[in-house]
Antibody, heavy 118, light 110 residues
Framework: VQLVQSGAEVRKPGASVKVSCKASGYIFTGYYIQWVRQAPGQGLEWVGWINPNSGATNYAQKFQGRVTLTGDTSVTTAYMQLDNLKSDDTAIYYC????????????WGQGTRVAVSS | QSVLTQPPSVSGTPGQRVTISCSGGSSNVGSETVNWYQHIPGAAPKLLIYNDIQRPSGVPDRFSGSKSGTSASLVISALHSGDEAEYYCAAWDDILNGPVFGGGTKVTVL
């Protein structure tokens, strides 16, 4: 069971970023994908989740209107797009597998560093 | 401001027992299960405890979890130098329909 994320990104304020999370070793549609981030010097913060089976999503209020989670079952990959980036979006973004309506479990991606700087 | 409350730091000498608390509310810790994660900078968070008290295979039995009402605890019964890390609790929140995290507790081995 593995989640492999795309590489580090650098963006300017106002731009968008799309991070991928490739799943393998399990039935992709059987688990949620949670997205969690850690900004420098801060704790873990939930961004949102997607049910790859139905496409249903839920986002933390803080990111509503700026984040879009999608999934492509043909390539067992989940995506997180964050728009209108701000400097305080600089963080490591993690995807994690979870059973429906539960916390992230034991399988996490390696993290994707996103830096937002002018 | 995290939804779940943890002490910012705890410390102990090798072999000592340390306890990390996690306080929440009726919509999260009080009604849903708690997970605990160990996070070392540069690595992905590692699941230590799930469903309040369960340990994934490979996690030493020095780590144990408990819960009562709206509070949960992680106990490291005999501290090792390799346990230096940040520890986070998390619980599903029925109102937010997503997980909420504690602010993290830094464990230092003296």
């Amino acid at each position: 069971v593995q989640l492999v994320q795309s590489g580090a990104e650098v963006r300017k304020p106002g731009a968008s970023v799309k991070v991928s999370c490739k799943a393998s070793g399990y039935i992709f549609t059987g688990y949620y994908i949670q997205w969690v981030r850690q900004a420098p010097g801060q704790g873990l913060e939930w961004v949102g989740w997607i049910n790859p089976n139905s496409g249903a999503t839920n986002y933390a209020q803080k990111f509503q209107g700026r984040v879009t989670l999608t999934g492509d079952t043909s390539v067992t990959t989940a995506y997180m797009q964050l728009d209108n980036l701000k400097s305080d979006d600089t963080a490591i973004y993690y995807c994690a597998r979870g059973v429906p309506y539960s916390n992230p479990g034991g399988t996490w991606g390696q993290g994707t560093r996103v830096a937002v700087s002018s | 401001q995290s939804v779940l409350t943890q002490p910012p730091s705890v410390s102990g000498t090798p072999g000592q027992r340390v306890t990390i608390s996690c306080s929440g509310g009726s919509s999260n810790v009080g009604s849903e299960t708690v997970n605990w994660y160990q996070h070392i900078p540069g690595a992905a968070p590692k699941l230590l405890i799930y469903n309040d008290i369960q340990r994934p295979s490979g996690v030493p039995d020095r780590f144990s979890g408990s819960k009562s009402g709206t509070s949960a605890s992680l106990v490291i019964s005999a501290l090792h130098s390799g346990d230096e890390a940040e520890y986070y609790c998390a619980a599903w929140d029925d109102i937010l329909n997503g997980p909420v995290f504690g602010g993290g507790t830094k464990v230092t081995v003296l």
